[in-house]
Antibody, heavy 123, light 113 residues
Framework: EVQLVESGGGFVQPGGSRRLSCVASGFPFSNYEMSWVRQAPGKGLEWVSYISSGGTSIYYADSVRGRFTISRDNVKNSLFLQMTTLRAEDTAVYYC????????????????WGQGTMVTVSS | DIVMTQSPDSLALSLGERATINCKSS????????????LTWYQQKPGQPPKMLIYWASTRESGVPDRFSGAGSGTDFTLTISSLQAEDVAVYYC?????????FGQGTKVEIK
C-alpha cells in the first residue's frame, strides 16, 4: 500500500523549534519529488516547501524561507521539515505530499498525502 | 505567484443535482510545449487529507467516480459533479502546478440542501 506517515507535531512556544518527519512506503521514494503543505485550522491549503528526488533542488514559500529547512533521506525513505523561530501563524496541520506531473523543479501536483501532523505554536 | 480564485465559496444542492465549481487563474497554466493545462482538483472531507480527483485539468485519477469531470483551458476551469451524492460533501480545491510556487484556490464547500 502506498503510504505517507507524518510525525513530530505538538505544542511549541513562539520562537521555538520542531522537526517533522514523514516516512514513505509502498513506492520507490527516491524517484519522487516531495513537498510539505500546511493547513491552518479552518483555512485552506498552503504549499510550504519542495525537494527534488535527489535532494539537490529545494524551494520554500516566502512565509517560511530562512526559518524552515526541508531534507530527505532516500535510504530511510524519509522526508523532514526542520522548523525554527516558530510563530503563532505557523499553527497548522502539516502534510507531506508526493509530487507528480511538474514540467520543472518545484512544480508539482500532489497525488499521495499523509494524514498530517498538527503543530500548535502558543505560549 | 499565480493567484487561483474559486467560485462560489460554498454551495448547497439537493441529492442528484449538478454541482459546478469554477476556478480562475491569474495567468495561463497552459504549457505550450505539450498543450497540457497544469491544473488539478482535490476533494477534502472533514478530518481527512486532500485527495486528488482530476489532473491535467480533465483527467480523472484512478478510482474516481465518473460523475466527477474537469474542463477548461488557459485561465478558466470547472469541476462538475453530475449528480450529487451524500458522500460528495466536502471542500474542493483547485491548484496550479504550472509554476513555482504551486498555489491553491481558497476552496469551495459543497453541502446537501
Amino acid at each position: 500500500e502506498v503510504q505517507l506517515v507524518e510525525s513530530g507535531g505538538g505544542f511549541v512556544q513562539p520562537g521555538g523549534s520542531r522537526r517533522l518527519s514523514c516516512v514513505a512506503s509502498g513506492f520507490p521514494f527516491s524517484n519522487y519529488e516531495m513537498s510539505w503543505v500546511r493547513q491552518a485550522p479552518g483555512k485552506g491549503l498552503e504549499w510550504v516547501s519542495y525537494i527534488s528526488s535527489g535532494g539537490t533542488s529545494i524551494y520554500y514559500a516566502d512565509s517560511v524561507r530562512g526559518r524552515f529547512t526541508i531534507s530527505r533521506d532516500n535510504v530511510k525513505n524519509s522526508l523532514f521539515l526542520q522548523m525554527t523561530t516558530l510563530r503563532a501563524e505557523d499553527t497548522a496541520v502539516y502534510y507531506c505530499a508526493r509530487g507528480v506531473g511538474g514540467h520543472d523543479y518545484g512544480t508539482n501536483a500532489f497525488d499521495i498525502w499523509g494524514q498530517g501532523t498538527m503543530v500548535t505554536v502558543s505560549s | 505567484d499565480i493567484v487561483m480564485t474559486q467560485s462560489p465559496d460554498s454551495l448547497a444542492l439537493s441529492l442528484g443535482e449538478r454541482a459546478t465549481i469554477n476556478c480562475k487563474s491569474s495567468q495561463s497554466v497552459l504549457y505550450s510545449s505539450n498543450k497540457r493545462n497544469y491544473l488539478t482538483w482535490y476533494q477534502q472531507k472533514p478530518g481527512q487529507p486532500p485527495k486528488m480527483l482530476i489532473y491535467w485539468a480533465s483527467t480523472r485519477e484512478s478510482g474516481v467516480p465518473d460523475r466527477f469531470s474537469g474542463a477548461g483551458s488557459g485561465t478558466d476551469f470547472t469541476l462538475t459533479i453530475s449528480s450529487l451524492q451524500a458522500e460528495d460533501v466536502a471542500v474542493y480545491y483547485c491548484q496550479q502546478y504550472y509554476s513555482s510556487p504551486p498555489t491553491f484556490g481558497q476552496g469551495t464547500k459543497v453541502e446537501i440542501k
